[in-house]
T-cell receptor, first 113, second 114 residues
Framework: NAGVTQTPKFRVLKTGQSMTLLCAQD?????MYWYRQDPGMGLRLIHY???????AKGEVPDGYNVSRLKKQNFLLGLESAAPSQTSVYFC????????????FGEGSRLTVL | QQQVKQSPQSLIVQKGGISIINCAYE??????FPWYQQFPGKGPALLIAIRPDVSEKKEGRFTISFNKSAKQFSLHIMDSQPGDSATYFC?????????????FGRGTQLTVWP
């Protein structure tokens, strides 16, 4: 059981370039999320989705776009990367019940030069 | 605006000792309050969670104490082991429903010396 899989695991971009991070989950979860983790800042929610075809903004959505065309996939896009977007990005999914449990992927480390 | 205040930022404990991490929140929350554990190079994983109508929950060496009136909860790790060395995050549900919209604390890096 793979759980939550993120690709790529590492990426280096130049300022202004675009890229897409892919998240796939095989647990049939309705809810999916993208977080970013920066040193000393904890995890901050970028965007989330409560079901196929839906997306919503989190705490720090500026500079990012997302799409949830299929239930199992959640894509995070950067249209014009900036150095401030250098971070580790985590995708997570949940069943949607109020248990506080999110299942996280192993992260994608992005560096913007 | 910081919704969750976690302390300490780092903690060094000797093997067999007790590790205590504290969390205070500001918003009114109704659902589960989880603690997550993260090892280097890995994603966070749920360690233990407590419902707000319970004052304490214990799972093995890990205990959550919850004080609803003070809006505080803490994680206690008894008989700390080197394998417990990790970063710990508390989280608070956003608004009245969890649904994964959690405010995370900034994390506590725990080091347990053998």
């Amino acid at each position: 059981n793979a759980g939550v899989t993120q690709t790529p695991k590492f990426r280096v971009l130049k300022t202004g370039q675009s890229m897409t991070l892919l998240c796939a989950q095989d647990m049939n979860h309705e809810y999916m999320y993208w977080y970013r983790q920066d040193p000393g800042m904890g995890l901050r929610l970028i965007h989330y989705s409560v079901g196929e075809g839906t997306t919503a903004k989190g705490e720090v959505p500026d500079g990012y776009n997302v799409s949830r065309l299929k239930k199992q996939n959640f894509l995070l896009g950067l249209e014009s990367a900036a150095p401030s977007q250098t971070s580790v990005y985590f995708c997570a999914s949940s069943q949607g019940r109020n248990t506080g449990e999110l299942f996280f992927g192993e992260g994608s480390r992005l560096t913007v030069l | 605006q910081q919704q969750v205040k976690q302390s300490p930022q780092s903690l060094i404990v000797q093997k067999g000792g007790i590790s205590i991490i504290n969390c205070a929140y500001e918003n009114t929350a109704f659902d589960y309050f989880p603690w997550y554990q993260q090892f280097p190079g890995k994603g966070p994983a749920l360690l233990i969670a407590i419902r707000p109508d319970v004052s304490e929950k214990k799972e093995g060496r890990f205990t959550i104490s919850f004080n609803k009136s003070a809006k505080q909860f803490s994680l206690h790790i008894m008989d700390s082991q080197p394998g417990d060395s990790a970063t710990y995050f508390c989280a608070v549900p956003r608004g009245g429903s969890t649904l994964g919209r959690l405010y995370f604390g900034r994390g506590t890096q725990l080091t347990v010396w053998p």
